[in-house]
């Protein structure tokens, strides 16, 4: 499970003039690889809800939705600072009866903060292998208002995945063709020295 970088690396006060600096500058390095259409300014950034800690979890656009009965955040990536605890676990009663998982716990104060599928009944089937941050466990830092607001109060839109599947599919086929190529010039390499004599001689 891939984890990419988000939008800020610290976790000041939400009025802090450093941290709206350090986000409108790593914005605006953002915008030459911006999707078209995100508006960066309405994303949140997912920090431990637990005030002592306030650790960075993850964003919005790491986000592709929500599933309401189980009160979670669907994730297709997480901050660094979120550990995938070893240990596969069973539940045995609530929303996840007779699932298996790997819980998520923050890095900073090793809560609880949600969760990875891992085997499932069918109706949860669609959920295996994606991030799953639990609302309770989140407060979100809004981008354009620059206030937290805890992650129950919001909704998550679902969004589609097949752009990010494609682009997955691209990256692993241009990955391919470039082993190919290596493996092509190797194999001229080891053609070009079979063809070298053995012995020379020096003539007069």
């Known amino acids: ?48 809800a637990n005030a002592k800690c306030n650790q960075v979890l993850g964003d919005s656009l790491g986000a592709c939705g929500e599933v309401k009965s189980l009160k979670a955040i669907i994730c297709l990536k997480i901050s660094k600072d979120v550990r995938i605890r070893g240990k596969l676990e069973m539940s045995k009663e609530g929303p996840f009866k007779f699932c298996t998982y790997k819980a998520l716990e923050c890095s900073g104060c090793r809560r609880f903060v949600g969760l990875v599928l891992c085997s499932t009944p069918h109706h949860l089937s669609s959920l295996r292998g994606l991030f799953l941050l639990l609302k309770e466990a989140i407060s979100c830092y809004m981008l354009k208002s620059c206030i937290i607001v805890k992650a129950s109060k919001l909704s998550f839109e679902h969004r589609l995945l097949g752009r990010r599947i494609n682009e997955i599919k691209q990256d692993l086929e241009a990955q391919l063709k470039h082993v190919e190529l290596l493996k092509d010039m190797l194999d001229d390499s080891r053609l070009g020295h079979s063809h070298l004599p053995l012995s020379s001689t020096v003539s007069d």
Request: net charge negative.
């Open 1 to 48: 499970m891939s984890q990419g970088k988000y939008l800020v690396s610290v976790c000041e006060p939400c009025d802090s003039s450093s941290q709206s600096s350090m986000i409108s500058t790593q914005l605006r390095d953002m915008e030459d690889t911006a999707e078209p259409g995100v508006e960066y300014e309405k994303c949140s950034v997912f920090h431990c």
